[in-house]
Each structure stands twice: as structure tokens, then as C-alpha cells.
Nanobody, 124 residues
Framework: QVQLVESGGGLVQAGGSLRLSCTSARRTSSNNGMGWFRQAPGKEREFVASISWSGGNAIYGESVKGRFAISRDRTKNILYLQMNSLQPEDTAVYFC?????????????????WGQGTQVTVST
């Protein structure tokens, strides 16, 4: 079983930046695609970004393209999400997830392991 733990969330002003991290307790996830999703109160979980096992083939949701960047350090088993130019609509709980296969995907059903989430709040 893959255990994922997110960190790096917090409160930031609009226009600011945060970097989220996701660590895996098992090296199994290094062979899998990884992704970030977010969920705002009263809304469905939304795809943010994904990355393949090799660290390439990054995919982004339309609302974060050009502002967020996903990356991973396979040697340390850490997934990152650099978030720039944050806006109040980015406020949500952010989850990392391990994909069933080697490639990332925007399909929420393509992931079988999830972290507990980290809160990101962007103030005006």
C-alpha cells in the first residue's frame, strides 16, 4: 500500500506563491504517475496537474495552466506543486494521488491512492 502525505499548504495573499509537497512512505509510487487534485467546499474534486513516472509528460487543468508547475524527485520519492499567482478561487484542499499506471491522467478514476490533503487559502 502506498501512503501519501501532503504538506506546504497555508494562508497566502492573492498574487502570492506556495509550494506543496507530497511524500510517499513506499517506493512503489516511484514507478507510477502522480497527480494533484483539489476540492473546494461544496464542489467536486477537480484535476490540477499530473506527471508521469519519469517526470515528464506533465498535464495541467485549464484553470492553472501557466501558473502552476508539477515536478517530482524520484530519488527522494517527493512530488511537488509550485503554485504562483494564486487567486482566491484557488482556495481548496489539495490532494496528491498515485496513478494506477506509469502515466499521469486527468481522470480521477485513474488513481488508486490518495493523501489526506492540505488546505490552501488565498485571501484578497
Amino acid at each position: 500500500q502506498v501512503q501519501l502525505v501532503e504538506s506546504g499548504g497555508g494562508l497566502v495573499q492573492a498574487g502570492g506563491s506556495l509550494r506543496l509537497s507530497c511524500t510517499s512512505a513506499r517506493r512503489t509510487s516511484s514507478n507510477n504517475g502522480m497527480g494533484w487534485f483539489r476540492q473546494a467546499p461544496g464542489k467536486e474534486r477537480e484535476f490540477v496537474a499530473s506527471i508521469s513516472w519519469s517526470g515528464g509528460n506533465a498535464i495541467y487543468g485549464e484553470s492553472v495552466k501557466g501558473r502552476f508547475a508539477i515536478s517530482r524527485d524520484r530519488t527522494k520519492n517527493i512530488l511537488y506543486l509550485q503554485m504562483n499567482s494564486l487567486q482566491p478561487e484557488d482556495t481548496a484542499v489539495y490532494f496528491c494521488a498515485a496513478a494506477r499506471g506509469a502515466l499521469g491522467t486527468s481522470d480521477i478514476n485513474g488513481y488508486n491512492y490518495w493523501g489526506q490533503g492540505t488546505q490552501v487559502t488565498v485571501s484578497t
